[in-house]
């Protein structure tokens, strides 16, 4: 079992920015691969990015150039690091876990409104 807690959601104005973070509690060394998915409004969920225990990181194309994944393996969170915002960025951010047998783990979601 893997706890996730999610923090660092709020309303920014175009252009400003944001930095999500997700702390793992539990089974934390069962865990490969963490990241951001997030859902907008009438949306299909998409992934934003991940990064694996290894440091491999990916990154939906909207986001690229934008928005970076960080991972500390010690302190077991992962961060997401939203510049530039825009309006369409606005969507609830939901972090997940993914397991090393396959499964997945989600966050509760923390809510990102960019608007002026």
């Known amino acids: 079992q893997v706890q996730l807690v999610e923090s660092g959601g709020g309303l920014v104005q175009p252009g400003g920015s944001l930095r999500l973070s997700c702390a793992a509690s539990g089974s934390i060394s069962s865990i490969n691969a963490m990241g951001w998915y997030r859902q907008a409004p009438g949306k299909q969920r998409e992934l934003v990015a991940g990064?694996?225990?290894?440091?491999?990181?990916n990154y939906v194309d909207s986001v690229k150039g934008r928005f970076t994944i960080s991972r500390d393996n010690a302190k077991n969170t992962v961060y997401l690091q939203m510049n530039s915002l825009k309006s369409e960025d606005t969507a609830v951010y939901l972090c997940?876990?993914?397991?090393?047998?396959?499964?997945?783990?989600w966050g509760k979601g923390t809510l990102v409104t960019v608007s002026s």
């Open positions: 990064i694996t225990r290894g440091g491999f990181t």
């Open positions: 997940y876990a993914t397991m090393w047998n396959g499964m997945n783990y």
